[in-house]
């Protein structure tokens, strides 16, 4: 899975195209969850504290024609449900929002509104944050079948 954020957010531009293998698993006839690899996540139990769900998977619904999915944030006490991952340089980006999209070709493409949160501290946890950025942007999935 490719996500692209729009450059409306003050973030460096490496850190704007985010890479991830990806799966995706049936909840029900139109329910999905996608969990994600690849990188270094956020986990234990500040991720599925309330929600169930990891801090690198989300859900999905749709059918053959639209898809939505949403990388919620439930509650500030549970971060698992949308990204947070510690990038490269050890500092945490954190993605919430929702987007829609249909099928092309063998792809997923779905474009939506994100609010990013953004702890640029280098460190091995990422709350507290000294500092923290956060704005809105434009965001882009999408999911290659391979």
């Not at 169930?52 to 898809?67: H, I, R, T």
């Not at 947070?84 to 945490?92: F, N, P, S, Y």
Request: hydrophobic letters at 35%.
């Amino acid at each position: 899975m490719t996500l692209e954020i729009g450059g409306s957010c003050s973030l460096p531009e490496a850190d704007r195209i985010r890479r991830y293998s990806s799966s995706i698993a049936d909840r029900d006839a139109s329910s999905f969850l996608v969990s994600l690899g690849s990188a270094t996540f956020l986990d234990g139990l500040i991720c599925t504290f309330g929600t169930g769900l990891g801090c690198n998977q989300f859900l999905a619904s749709g059918n053959d024609d639209a898809v939505q999915f949403s990388l919620i944030n439930k509650n500030d006490d549970g971060h698992g449900g949308h990204i947070v991952e510690q990038l490269a340089d050890r500092t945490w980006l954190e993605i919430i929002g929702d987007a829609s999209g249909s099928r092309v070709g063998s792809s997923i493409e779905a474009t939506g509104k994100a609010s990013i949160w953004r702890c640029p501290s280098s460190s091995d946890y990422p709350f507290p944050c000294d500092n923290p950025q956060g704005c809105k942007a434009d965001m882009k999935l999408t999911l290659t079948r391979q």
